[in-house]
């Protein structure tokens, strides 16, 4: 269970990341964020896999390209789906998708699947 609330919280830095930097992509305050990432979790999980099948002729010819317009179909579905949370177009949800997913990658390489804070540490013997 708590692994599921850490990765809500990721998926929320990574949506706030996006409402700061990318232009397009806006959220009213924090309440909105974290149902924005909870409405994205459950996109993500029950949506994105139907889609990719879908998809699948389109993303074998671009090599996994299409991918990326996936997530951001994504994004756009989240968004459509609440009312604090707007993404204004094809290119914010581009961008604000790649936003979340560079920074729900890096912040859940700390996280392990129990969603406990781990770090590997290599220490060199002599």
């Excluded at 990318?22 to 309440?31: M, R």
């Excluded at 707007?86 to 729900?104: E, I, N």
């Amino acid at each position: 269970m708590i692994g599921i609330l850490v990765r809500i919280l990721i998926i929320m830095a990574g949506l706030w990341v996006a409402d700061a930097i990318v232009p397009g992509v806006d959220a009213d305050g924090p309440g909105a964020l974290l149902l924005a990432a909870i409405v994205l979790g459950v996109v993500n999980a029950v949506v994105r896999p139907l889609v990719v099948i879908l998809t699948l002729p389109f993303t074998l010819l671009s090599l996994g390209g299409f991918l990326l317009v996936i997530n951001a179909g994504m994004l756009g579905l989240a968004a459509w789906l609440l009312d604090g949370f707007s993404v204004d177009g094809f290119f914010p949800a581009l961008f604000g998708s790649l936003v979340v997913s560079l920074t729900s990658w890096a912040a859940a390489s700390f996280v392990g699947p129990s969603g406990r804070y781990e770090v590997l540490v290599i220490e060199r013997r002599r």
